[in-house]
T-cell receptor, first 112, second 114 residues
Framework: EDQVTQSPEALRLQEGESSSLNCSYTVSGLRGLFWYRQDPGKGPEFLFTLYSAGEEKEKERLKATLTKKESFLHITAPKPEDSATYLCAVSILTGGGNKLTFGTGTQLKVEL | GAGVSQSPSNKVTEKGKDVELRCDPISGHTALYWYRQRLGQGLEFLIYFQGNSAPDKSGLPSDRFSAERTGESVSTLTIQRTQQEDSAVYLC????????????FGPGTRLTVT
């Protein structure tokens, strides 16, 4: 069974304090790994897709990396507006479509 | 352009009633997905539509759940004889094609069954 596990469940950082969120996955064949950001009361907002081990993508203060077993979302010098729940999801090679299996998320709080 | 829209934003219903949730995908997006997000749990896949192909219903939790899509536009998710465990946020997403393209989510419908 495909599984996605995110850690930590919650993370509190001071503004400017860099850290990383982890997403470990067990799938039969990875098609893609996705990172989303979700603010309270809103739908997930797409951040990155990673397809193969060694791939990295960056956007502002965020950088996502991928290995064969896990992905990291690195947050450099975070600001309070980075506070949100960060979701990781995978899609697999077998079967049609691109249905995503999600982890339960990491709730990030960045304080002044 | 406009994003994915969903209606209603909130729905409170009594146990045993039927409900209909609506999703308007991004224009031109051929793939449409429904997910459910229960409190403290990850998003769960429910159903996916791609063009005129038969939908993938593998995530529907029971036969009380059904969905339809009109061509490549609006979709409705229907829950019959609602139960308290159906309380959740129901999210719709659309994407250009069904490969690894990113999915764009709507704001969701919060369903509360009393």
């Amino acid at each position: 069974e495909d599984q996605v596990t995110q850690s930590p469940e919650a993370l509190r950082l001071q503004e400017g304090e860099s850290s990383s969120l982890n997403c470990s996955y067990t799938v039969s064949g990875l098609r893609g790994l996705f990172w989303y950001r979700q603010d309270p009361g809103k739908g997930p907002e797409f951040l990155f897709t990673l397809y193969s081990a060694g791939e990295e993508k960056e956007k502002e203060r965020l950088k996502a990396t991928l290995t064969k077993k896990e992905s990291f979302l690195h947050i450099t010098a975070p600001k309070p507006e980075d506070s949100a729940t960060y979701l990781c999801a995978v899609s697999i090679l077998t079967g049609g479509g691109n249905k995503l299996t999600f982890g339960t998320g990491t709730q990030l709080k960045v304080e002044l | 352009g406009a994003g994915v829209s969903q209606s209603p934003s909130n729905k409170v219903t009594e146990k045993g009633k039927d409900v209909e949730l609506r999703c308007d995908p991004i224009s031109g997006h051929t793939a449409l997905y429904w997910y459910r997000q229960r409190l403290g749990q990850g998003l769960e896949f429910l159903i996916y539509f791609q063009g005129n192909s038969a939908p993938d219903k593998s995530g529907l939790p029971s036969d009380r759940f059904s969905a339809e899509r009109t061509g490549e536009s609006v979709s409705t998710l229907t829950i019959q004889r609602t139960q308290q465990e159906d309380s959740a946020v129901y999210l719709c997403a659309s994407s250009l094609i069904t490969s690894s393209d990113e999915q764009y989510f709507g704001p969701g419908t919060r369903l509360t069954v009393t």
